[in-house]
């Protein structure tokens, strides 16, 4: 509680003992209430202009009380004398100190916070302790920083830094703790979650083989695309197929793309000449309720509200916001939206890609972008592909394929540049298939036709060609695929 320290005589004959106490205000009247059932004197000189609400200096005089005097302790005005003790002095005046602590720890019912003992502590050892207000007046907005805001900022970095040094498990806690604080929109920083969480499940991915003492040399490419992989029967090799088997991607990534596009969704656009209070409430909480009172349940404007004093340095939000490309708004498509779609689709989850984009088409700004068009003849582009591969029935190929061709030139007509000139050229190589196909399933008795069929070009192995398979590395560019 008490800071040992030299003292200076106060007069011959007569000591006092200068010492420093860093307290809180409660812990410092509790001392000098305490002083008045002791046989000692306490003074404390405590600088009037001065608040007490968190640590400060105070100068405390300890000495003995005159027997036959019983008059209330004043405040000495009079600085010490300069006259410096010596050694012999200093070690009967700290073992005085020592004496008198250990007495007002026994006397005093209810003991003082052990939380002084520590802070007194790390301040003696030339630690600083946060407070929990900032020095700097909280009207000064530019310099005020308060403790969550601070909290935040540190935690920010340290996620940076464990991304930068590929840590991912310890930056998938940190983020984690990071989209629960209050005032943190979590549209601004998805990106390096969503990174994270692919990276966590290429670990397991990776894990996975190593537990199966596999080695299959594949490159970094070749592992984030089967890390995701749903449909084990797209894959080749059949060692591989067999041995991800029991592989199940982790579903984190899936669930957080799509709590964002259903929590975020088309009613939460918002343009900034059109600010929702809902919105500014999310951000200035009670600050806020101050200056701008909330609307009724008609969403009619409130009867004070030509009276309503605003501040428009307070109310303007758009420097706490990312730009609108990235959060979406009435006329910009969110990219994390185009990020999940674009996950299902290279995870080979065709179906619910293709019912999602369904219902993303039917409402602005989705309904005239034209990436959305694209992607959505892209699945239908695939569809084709997996239905030839897998040796599917081939009625539905030509419907697919008007299909792709209606919906890249609505792309086009919107405004996206894509090579549509060798996408129809993949397109009519599959239509060709289905219909060498249709022909070879016709019934046919002669001897003639089994010939033919034997000479043909097109066979199961035939169909295992990477060329016709798969699209190749340079076209995956020109389709921009991610």
């Known amino acids: 509680m008490f800071e040992e320290a030299t003292f200076r005589n106060e007069s011959p004959g007569d000591m006092g003992l200068r010492l420093k106490l860093v307290a809180r205000q409660h812990a410092l ?65 700290n073992t005085k100190i020592r004496e008198y602590i250990r007495k007002v720890d026994n006397t005093v019912k209810k003991p003082i916070s052990t939380s002084l003992n520590r802070h007194l502590k790390v301040l003696s050892s030339g630690y600083e302790i946060l407070p929990k207000k900032s020095l700097i007046l909280k009207s000064d907005s530019l310099s005020y920083e308060p403790y969550m805001k601070y909290h935040v900022g540190r935690l920010s970095n340290l996620l940076h830094l464990l991304v930068l040094r590929q840590d991912w498990k310890r930056a998938y806690k940190c983020f984690s703790l990071l989209i629960r604080q209050r005032n943190i929109d979590l549209r601004s920083i998805w990106g390096i979650g969503v990174e994270i969480l692919i990276r966590l499940n290429e670990l397991k991915f990776t894990d996975h083989l190593q537990e199966l003492g596999e080695n299959f040399h594949l490159d970094e490419y070749q592992i984030r695309l089967l890390s995701v992989l749903r449909n084990k029967d797209l894959i080749p090799d059949k060692n591989l197929r067999a041995s991800l088997l029991e592989f199940t991607p982790d579903s984190r990534l899936d669930k957080f793309l799509t709590w964002m596009h259903v929590y975020y969704g088309v009613k939460y656009f918002y343009s900034y000449n059109d600010q929702s209070w809902e919105l500014k409430h999310y951000l200035y909480g009670s600050e ?41 708004s009435k006329t910009h498509t969110p990219l994390y939206v185009t990020t999940m779609v674009w996950h299902l689709i290279i995870s080979m989850d065709l179906d619910r890609a293709e019912e999602v984009l369904g219902e993303l088409l039917l409402e602005p700004p989705f309904n005239s972008d034209g990436m959305y068009f694209y992607l959505t003849g892209l699945v239908k582009f695939l569809k084709v592909q997996v239905a030839l591969d897998s040796n599917d029935p081939v009625d539905p190929i030509k419907g697919w394929a008007q299909e792709c061709r209606d919906l890249w030139n609505k792309a086009q007509s919107n405004g996206l540049e894509f090579p549509l000139a060798e996408l129809t050229k993949h397109l009519e190589t599959f239509e060709s298939r289905a219909a060498n196909f249709d ?14 069929i034997q000479s043909s070009p097109i066979s199961l192995t035939a169909l295992g060609s990477p060329r016709i398979n798969a699209i190749d590395s340079t076209d995956e560019d020109n389709l921009g695929i991610i």
């Open 29 to 93: 009247k509790r001392l000098i209430r305490h002083q008045k059932s002791t046989n000692t004197l306490m003074t404390c000189k405590i600088p009037p202009s001065e608040r007490i609400d968190s640590y400060d200096a105070f100068e405390v005089w300890i000495k003995p009380r005159p027997k036959d005097s019983h008059s209330k302790s004043k405040v000495r005005s009079n600085t010490p004398p300069s006259k410096v003790c010596t050694d012999d002095e200093v070690e009967a005046a």
């Open 288 to 328: 806020l309720e101050e200056n701008e009172p909330a609307p009724d349940d008609t969403g009619n404007e409130p009867p004070n509200n030509k009276h309503t004093k605003r501040n428009p340095d307070k109310l303007s939000m758009a420097w706490r916001l990312p730009p609108a490309f990235r959060t979406g």
């Open 439 to 452: 022909t070879l399933s016709l019934p046919d008795d002669s001897d003639k036709f089994s010939d033919e």
